[in-house]
């Protein structure tokens, strides 16, 4: 079961312990980049993070990224396009994100 999301109600959907999630990026050219990241979703509805140098060479060329915060019910799947992002002196970045679709989405059973 699919719940769409309106992105106003975004921050009354991101579970309380939301501080945590894993971002996919993807040149799309391989398989998509899994990174378990803190988040932070702004008072302007866009999502602050950071990145390390693999998922920031997979941004570079596609800059669309999904968040996924897991649940056992309904886990909560934001689709978004990286808008911004400020190198550090390690290599690492702070991302901007701009959620553009979200979704509560239900596990499926074996």
């Given amino acids: ?13 991101v579970p309380p312990d939301g501080s945590y999630a894993f971002i996919t990026a993807s040149d799309g050219t391989s398989h998509p980049r899994v990174t378990h990241v803190a988040v932070r979703l702004l008072p302007d509805g866009n999502i602050r993070t950071s990145l390390g140098r693999s998922a920031l060479r997979e941004i570079a ?3 669309n990224v999904t968040i996924l915060w897991p649940h056992e019910e309904l886990s909560l799947i934001v689709d978004g396009v990286v808008e911004d992002c400020t190198l550090k002196d390690n290599g690492t970045g702070c991302v901007l994100i701009r959620p553009v679709r979200a979704v509560k989405h239900q596990r499926r059973e074996i």
């Avoid at 079961?1 to 959907?13: D, G, K, R, Y």
Wanted: proline content about 19%.
């Fill in 61 to 63: 060329t596609n800059k």
């Fill in 1 to 13: 079961m699919t719940i769409p999301v309106p992105l106003e109600n975004l921050p009354e959907q």
